[in-house]
């Protein structure tokens, strides 16, 4: 499932696309000389215990992974069921990482666009191309909030 849901640019190949050196029941055709972004890629499914069977991507048609520098939880969605994250139990859990992060966020991936889950808020953060930069502000009175801008310069 994370060779169709995760863009992968250094193979030109665009997120929610299979990737052609994907071969299924085989694995990867390119596997030794995969790119850097693949290699450093680990499923939260396959890393965290407190996950069970029902988040196995091919069940839950999602592929999470985690971003510790930015404190960012990915959530990316299978083309063929965008709105899977939002079925029980999926979206109980992606709620509660949402309220209880102190510094990021839940960055889903639905069909080319991107959704950020903060506290008790969504923000549809539409289309994003590969140069823009999700930034989450403070804002007024602790009212944080999220949103994509274009790369300075």
Request: include cysteine.
């Amino acid at each position: 499932m994370c060779c169709t849901v995760i863009g992968i640019p250094a193979l030109s190949k665009p997120q929610g696309h299979d990737c052609v050196h994907c071969h299924i029941g085989q694995g990867c055709g390119i596997y030794t000389r995969r790119p850097e972004v693949c290699a450093e890629f680990y499923c939260s499914y396959l890393l965290s215990p407190a996950l069970g069977e029902e988040w196995k991507p091919n069940t839950a048609h999602l592929v999470l992974g985690y971003m510790a520098e930015a404190d960012v939880i990915l959530v990316y969605t299978d083309p063929a069921h965008p709105n899977a994250w939002r079925r029980t139990p999926y979206l109980d859990r992606i709620k509660k990482w949402a309220a209880t992060t102190d510094t990021g966020y839940v960055l889903i991936w639905e069909n080319g666009r991107a959704l950020a889950l903060l506290g008790g808020e969504e923000f549809d953060l539409g289309h994003l191309r590969d140069d823009q930069v999700i930034v989450r502000d403070a804002g007024a009175a602790g009212k944080a909030t999220i949103y994509a801008i274009d790369p300075p310069g």
